[in-house]
């Protein structure tokens, strides 16, 4: 029989579950840290070589009315194929923040076929796309002397580039969506945006928290995206622009050679009568405008019935 000595001796060398479970934890974290400093460093490297334009891509503001149609018919293919829009007969997608004058498409473009897209919307009595899900999210960042801004409509072509999710070794669709958000940030910078607002699906997460976006919610169903999951995240692009190193990664991307302001001089003006086509004529998107961002539109556009 084994003495009360013995006894504590085997206690002290075995560990208890509450040991395995902190050490499973810290083990758990430290391998977390290690995978999202990976992510860092490679991603540092894209930025690099995106900056040193190393391909015939080129991105710029959408000024012709066709060039808006190839982008919207392009967020339509693409949003269909993963679930995020409902089908229509005119094959395009597109809602009537895009029609506000601030609001801006940009495109990316290989000699002249296009690859990509993403549209910019600043925060004005119509409020943001977000807010239908999002409203208490997007009212706490409402405050004196900051202006919001939201992204919206991000694709790119899946029969140039892969459809599955970002991936490190996809140097093709990181530096794409680098270029994009390049002259998308510069424009919001231009436009004295404080804070750039996005909704993603929770498995890009880790990609926008490296391009410094911050979660300010929780995962919902998303209706806008068809009940797809949706994430909300904040870009302080205020402070980002502040206090973000220069010499290498987002900060020297985004930040150390903005764009000349001149890059934004053009951009497509809409008419009275193309924003009644496309909102009345062609779609049911007046009748789901609160009545607020009727009056607001009108103000631009008077041909529109309130």
């Known amino acids: 029989m084994q003495d009360s000595h013995t006894l504590e001796q085997i206690r002290l060398k075995t560990p208890s579950p509450s040991f395995d479970i902190a050490k499973s934890f810290r083990t758990f974290f430290k391998e977390q840290i290690a995978k999202s400093q990976l992510i860092d460093k490679v991603a540092d490297k894209f930025c690099n ?21 190839k982008a919207y018919r392009l967020v339509y293919k693409e949003y269909q194929a993963r679930g995020y829009c409902k089908e229509n007969s005119s094959q395009i997608h597109y809602t009537h923040y895009c029609m506000l004058p601030d609001a801006r498409t940009f495109v990316l473009e290989d000699e002249e076929k296009l690859l990509g897209t993403v549209s910019i919307v600043i925060d004005s009595p119509c409020g943001l796309p977000m807010e239908k899900l999002f409203s208490k999210e997007v009212r706490n960042l409402r405050k004196p002397g900051r202006r919001l801004a939201e992204v919206t409509l991000l694709s790119l072509d899946s029969d140039i580039f892969s459809r599955s999710r970002y991936s490190l070794t996809d140097f093709k669709k990181f ?12 424009y919001a910078v231009y436009a004295g945006v404080t804070d750039v607002l996005i909704t993603v699906h929770p498995k890009h997460k880790k990609l926008y928290s490296y391009l410094q976006f911050n979660s300010i919610g929780t995962v919902q169903s998303y209706a806008q995206a068809c009940g797809n999951p949706g994430l909300p995240m904040q870009l302080d692009l205020e402070n980002a622009e502040q206090n973000l190193p220069r010499d ?53 556009y008077p041909s529109l019935v309130a």
């Open 175 to 186: 530096t794409a969506l680098f270029r994009l958000f390049k002259i998308m940030i510069n």
């Open 248 to 300: 290498y990664g987002v900060g020297m991307y985004f930040f150390k050679e903005k764009l000349p302001i001149e890059t934004f001089k053009y951009s497509y003006k809409w008419n009275d009568q193309v924003v009644k086509n496309l909102l009345i004529d062609k779609s049911q998107i007046w009748t789901e405008i609160p009545r607020k961002s009727k009056l607001h539109l009108k103000h631009y």
């Open 49 to 69: 070589i995106a900056m040193k334009q190393t391909s015939n891509l080129t991105v710029r503001t959408a000024n012709e009315f066709d060039e808006l149609m």
